[in-house]
């Protein structure tokens, strides 16, 4: 029993099931938030032929891409390219490259990259381009699990010989650093502290509303190291303290990097779809679209919790995540978001 849930769970082969204490349907309901999911009749050598096929010659089949890499997960991808390398001694990522361009291009090796490795990625590119992505590491380091933090930093040492919080630190300033650093030790409490609520609520009012100025390092350290069940109890309690949503107090009491990495900390701690509902929102409402960030949500949460993302979205705005992506995108670029969309709300 458990080797068949083992086999069906290739994503999760890193936990360790205990079946007397969770049942397989709540396993099957977690690993199933996806949109993208792995394909059951699967055969690498096959789809290897058909990619390669798809660029060979004049012109590039790029429907065929598209179609084939969206209905495969990203451990399948995976053994797709190393069943290319084997069958034509190429890189298949590289081939990719070669054939497309432009964000679909940028989208298609997104998702041919290994999730872990994507973070990573993102967040060398935003310390070490000309400037900083504040965005990028905000959106990176406020959502992911402790787990995934240690492990994206434990894969950073490796893959670049750098340490990221020596990074993190060498790029950022102030409050913002304290915070960011604070992410990167991935060291938040468990569980509900009932008889901290109250105090940290207290000392969250006396930092913002109650006095003038901020006392920024007050809420750097409680929304930095709570669990986010006790975040939750604390931000009901300060509600009624102050006559106040937090969002609604770090909108007034801080301002920049730190008010959006404090804005985010928070809303993941409500909820981590919705926070990405309204990010997904925000990049493509107004004039002009942000690629790069409707490109990393979409293929970052496409087999986490897309479904969750659709519904969040569709309670909040008035129109569907996959009618605002086919209204503001074009191209061979916005029929690979749609399939990573998985659908409309309507």
Do not use: W
Not at 36 to 55: C, G, P, R, T
Not at 142 to 151: E, G, L, P
Not at 191 to 196: C, D, L, R, T
């Amino acid at each position: 029993m458990v080797a068949a849930l083992r086999a069906s769970l290739d994503d999760y082969s890193s936990a360790i099931f205990f079946p007397l204490l969770i049942k397989p349907s709540s396993i099957f309901r977690m690993a199933s938030r996806g949109t993208v999911k792995a394909s059951a009749n699967f055969n690498a050598s096959a789809d290897a032929e058909v990619l390669h096929k798809a660029m060979k010659g004049l012109g590039t089949d790029e429907a065929a891409i598209l179609q084939l890499v969206t209905a495969r997960s990203n451990a399948q991808r995976q053994e797709i390219k190393a069943a290319y390398k084997t069958l034509f001694g190429k890189d298949l990522v590289n081939d990719l490259k070669g054939e497309l361009g432009g964000t679909f291009e940028t989208l298609i090796v997104a998702l041919m990259t290994p999730p872990l490795t994507y973070d990573v990625t993102c967040l060398r590119n935003a310390i070490k381009g000309a400037g900083t992505d504040e965005k990028v590491l905000v959106e990176i380091l406020a959502s992911r699990t402790a787990q995934q933090v240690k492990d994206i930093v434990a894969a950073y040492r490796k893959e670049y010989d750098d340490d990221l919080e020596k990074d993190v630190c060498g790029d950022t300033s102030g409050h913002f650093k304290r915070l960011l650093v604070i992410l990167l030790q991935a060291n938040r409490q468990t569980g509900i502290q009932e008889g901290n609520i109250e105090s940290d609520a207290q000392a969250l009012f006396k930092a913002g509303e109650e006095k003038f100025g901020t006392d920024e390092q007050s809420f750097i350290t409680i929304l930095g190291n709570r669990s986010a069940q006790h975040l939750r109890k604390v931000f009901d309690a300060y509600m009624k303290m102050s006559g106040f949503e937090m969002e609604e107090s770090i909108q007034k009491e801080t301002s920049g990097s730190l008010k959006d990495l404090l804005l985010a900390v928070v809303k993941c701690a409500r909820s981590v779809p919705a926070y990405f509902a309204e990010t997904l929102y925000h990049a493509m409402k107004g004039a002009g679209t942000d690629e790069n960030t409707l490109t990393r949500v979409m293929v970052t949460r496409c087999e986490v919790d897309m479904l969750d993302i659709r519904a969040e979205f569709r309670k909040r705005f008035a129109c569907s995540l996959h009618s605002m992506i086919k209204g503001d995108t074009g191209g061979d670029y916005r029929k690979t978001l749609l399939l990573l969309c998985g659908g409309d709300d309507a």
